[in-house]
Each structure stands twice: as structure tokens, then as C-alpha cells.
């Protein structure tokens, strides 16, 4: 597998690739929080579907009683109850 100079810089250097590639960082507390950073935007929101999009492609976070507590220009917390967390590349 053929590494790009980013991340051949990223792993010489010790930087986190998140900060290098401007990948999102995933973070879920059991099924009940979740938090995402590097996002570029949400895409769609109800309480039953969320879809962000981040540099390298989509998610899509399905659940029940979902809602955004609070999000910034590259940060977001969600809670309610979370059944399913599925990426798909590309725009």
C-alpha cells in the first residue's frame, strides 16, 4: 500500500493524523454520546438520522431521540440512543 508525503510526514514527525489530514476523530461513549471533530458540515438532522460530512467522505448516525447538544465550525456532541454508525466514502 502506497502512503502519500502527509502521511508519511504525519507518522515521522508523531503528529496525530486527524491534524495532518484533517480526518475526522470519532469519539462514542457507549450508545449514548457521541462526538465528532474535522467535520465540514451536517448534511441532515431528525431525531431518527443525522448525515455529516467530513474531508474523506460521509456518516450517517441512526438512533432514536437524537439531538445535536451543541456543534462549532469543526466540533459536534450528540446524544440520544444510537443503533447504528455507518461512513461512506466519497462526496
Given at each position: 500500500?502506497?502512503?502519500?508525503?502527509?502521511?508519511?510526514?504525519?507518522?515521522?514527525?508523531?503528529?496525530?493524523?486527524?491534524v495532518v489530514l484533517g480526518i475526522p476523530l470519532i469519539r462514542l461513549?457507549?450508545?449514548?454520546?457521541?462526538?465528532?471533530?474535522?467535520?465540514?458540515?451536517?448534511?441532515?438532522?431528525?431525531?431518527?438520522?443525522?448525515?455529516i460530512q467530513t474531508k474523506i467522505g460521509q456518516i450517517h448516525l441512526?438512533?432514536?431521540?437524537?439531538?445535536?447538544?451543541?456543534?462549532?465550525?469543526?466540533?459536534?456532541?450528540?446524544?440520544?440512543?444510537?443503533?447504528?454508525?455507518?461512513?461512506?466514502?466519497?462526496?
Amino acid at each position: 500500500m502506497r502512503k502519500n508525503l502527509k502521511t508519511i510526514v504525519s507518522d515521522a514527525a508523531g503528529i496525530p493524523k486527524d491534524v495532518v489530514l484533517g480526518i475526522p476523530l470519532i469519539r462514542l461513549i457507549g450508545k449514548e454520546e457521541f462526538y465528532i471533530e474535522n467535520y465540514r458540515g451536517i448534511l441532515e438532522y431528525t431525531t431518527e438520522f443525522i448525515r455529516i460530512q467530513t474531508k474523506i467522505g460521509q456518516i450517517h448516525l441512526f438512533g432514536k431521540k437524537l439531538d445535536i447538544i451543541y456543534y462549532t465550525n469543526d466540533e459536534m456532541k450528540v446524544t440520544g440512543h444510537i443503533h447504528k454508525l455507518e461512513f461512506h466514502q466519497g462526496g
